[in-house]
C-alpha cells in the first residue's frame, strides 16, 4: 500500500513540475529584484548609461568587465579582464570585494562589499537576466 501511495505520488510529481515551469523563474526574478534593491542599489541602477558610486549594470551578463561607457573604473577592475558571464558574477558576488580571502575572484577592485548567499545569488542572476543586454 504505501509503495503505491509512493509511486502516485511521484507521478503526481512528474506532471506537476513541467506544469509549473514557468512560475520558479517568475518568483526568482522577483526575489532577484528585491535582493538586488536591498544589496546594490544604493550603488548601481540597472539604467544604460546611470551610473552611481558603481556603474550602470544594465546589460551586464555578456559584457566584457570594464566597459560601461562613461564609469571611471579603478586600475584593478580594468586589469580584471573578464567576461560578465553567469559563472564569473557568481563567484564575484560570492565573497564580494573585501574579504581579501584567496577564494575572492578580484583584488583591490572599488567595490566595497561584503557578498552575497547563495539563493540570493541565483535569484539575482535570474533578474539580470531579465534585463535587456547592452
Ligand atoms: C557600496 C557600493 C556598491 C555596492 C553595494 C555594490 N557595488 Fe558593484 N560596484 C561598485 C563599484 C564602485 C564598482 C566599480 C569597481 C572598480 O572599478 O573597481 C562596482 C562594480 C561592479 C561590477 C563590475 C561592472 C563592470 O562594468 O565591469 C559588477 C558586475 C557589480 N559591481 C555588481 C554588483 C552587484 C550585483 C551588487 C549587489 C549584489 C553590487 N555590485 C553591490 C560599488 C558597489
Known sequence: ?????????????LGIVPALGIAPAAADVALGKAAFDRACASCHSVEPGKHGTGPSLAGVLGAKSATAKGFSYS?????ADLTWTE??????????ARSGGGDQLLHGVDMSFR???????AALLAYLRSLPSR
Open 115 to 121: 557578498g552575497l548567499a547563495a539563493g540570493d545569488r
Open 75 to 79: 586600475p584593478a577592475m580594468i586589469a
Open 1 to 13: 500500500m504505501r509503495h503505491v501511495l509512493l509511486q502516485a505520488a511521484s507521478a503526481l510529481a
Open 87 to 96: 559563472a564569473t558574477l557568481d563567484a564575484y558576488l560570492a565573497t564580494g
